[in-house]
């Protein structure tokens, strides 16, 4: 026998824990967990910039954050401190967008589109009115509202929302 | 020679103990996995698995969470304060996409979603679980359609067919 006893028991020992740390090793790093909780998550681009973004807000709402590396484009999803819903399609600085919310004492579906910080369109259904009627209502450049189908409260005191 | 045998010994030993301690790591298992990641604020991985996530707030209550539907198919689900989904994005079991604002009873409001094979955008916005607002692409022709539809169920047509 080239190895004794001894040191075949030690060599096989050895090899043994080795193979078994590697294996635990690979397990590890490609293990799937069942549940993972956390407080907030980011998910980290190449640059270490942050490109998602799942956390609860300021408010007391709670949202989903996207972003490209430049910050020119801006994907929002969330709920409001006071439980309305929302949807965000913007540029990095907020002033042009498409947005999605539910909004009023009946829970309206709304469709915002905004440029450069002016909304040209709205259309959803009748946020006071009990039949919901649904409206489109779109903003010339210089402010001039136009309803294409039924009406809709624009008043900046938000009074038709409450 | 004697040599020679000696170093093959000991490579072969080593062999079938790696192979004991792989097949002891797959048999045996670490203690089971849930990670909770409030005690590691920034932890950092660069793959990170797993078949459900959870956000909460301070006061531990879930906020957001990411998973499989019934339907087996992903998605992420976003609550309001009384613990209702508000706001989900996600795919259907027939792989088409959704985006849907709940109310506070979690009836959608508002939908936005790919239809059929084509996947043909669609916009549904909703009063009282009933459809008030329907637009879209229409599967097959792929031409533009908006119906509206009274709070009586009354429909309109304002262009297209759907």
Redesign the interface.
Known sequence: ???KGKV?AT??????????????GH??N????????????RI?GADGSVGVW???TAE?G???WMANSRRTAIVE???H?N?????LVSDGAVRNFGL???DGV??????VFRTDDVVRMV???GMIE?????FLVQYTADGQKHDV?GRYCDRPDRVCVR | MEKLRSHLCVIGLSAVGMVLGHWLAAHLTWPAFRAEAQSAPTSRASVLSTHALEVVGADGRRQIAMGTSGEGSPGIWIFDRNGKVRLSIGLYGDNNASVVLNDENEQAVQIFRTVGAAGAPVLVMKSQGRDRIVMGLEGTSQDPFLILYGADGARQTVFGRH
């Open positions: 026998m080239a190895v075949a060599i096989v020992s050895v090899a043994l824990v080795a193979g078994f740390l590697v294996a635990k397990e590890v490609r293990s799937v967990h069942p549940l993972l909780r956390a407080r907030e998550v980290t799942l956390r609860e007391g709670s949202g989903i999803a969330g709920v401190g439980g309305f819903p929302f949807l999605g919310r539910v009946r829970a309206s579906p709304i469709l259309f959803g259904l009990p039949q919901q009627a649904p189908i």
